[in-house]
């Protein structure tokens, strides 16, 4: 049977969104905003990430941005991830709690 974007959403664990957001890709956000229906969550870490990492390179004179700085950026976008999933989670366990008639 398959799951409702609402259902994903109440199931999933906003911790591992935010683990795989911020160590393995922004853009692995888009694999959960698409399944849980939800475009902030899809887009917003990436574009968070993309735009501090494409503004810091324009400032900078090299070629590649500082692994240090890259990782930071990752890290934002992983909490940004978190929050908006964690936001996500609550709306939808709210929802479902309420005494619904047969």
Known sequence: MALTPAERREQSSPLLIAIFTAFVSPLSSLIWGLRQRSWSLAFAPFAVAFTFMYITALETD??????????????????????????LKSKAEKKNTGIKIK
């Open 62 to 87: 090299e070629r590649s941005i500082n692994k240090g700085v890259q990782y930071s950026f990752q890290l934002s976008s992983g909490i940004i991830a978190y929050e908006i999933s964690k936001n």
